[in-house]
């Protein structure tokens, strides 16, 4: 039985990260018609999820958070590097 629940357990989490990375990375605004265009179009998208997550863990394990502050989320970072490249361009 805890098997079970250990295995229900991780299906969230695997599903509540693929709803991320759905919305963080444009996932869900692609159209798959052929392989190639979705192997053009996912690639590049959890390549960019990939480095929003490890963002996310290098910044919670080096940076300490004041009180009172919660650490950056991968949302929170994907808009600072937005609004980074928008200042460059």
Same mark, same amino acid.
């Given at each position: ?17 693929? $709803? ?57 970072? $994907?808009?600072?590097? $937005?609004?980074?490249?928008? $200042?460059?361009?």
């Amino acid at each position: 039985m805890s098997a079970l629940a250990r295995v229900a357990g991780r299906r969230w989490t695997v599903e509540e990260t693929f $709803q991320s990375a759905k919305g963080l990375t444009g996932l869900d605004e692609h159209q798959v018609r052929r392989w190639t265009s979705w192997h053009r179009w996912t690639t590049p998208a959890m390549l960019a999820h990939a480095f929003l997550l490890v963002t996310a863990a290098i910044e919670r394990t080096t940076v300490t958070t004041p009180s009172g502050l919660a650490p950056l989320t991968c949302g929170e970072i $994907q808009r600072l590097y $937005q609004r980074q490249a928008l $200042q460059q361009s």
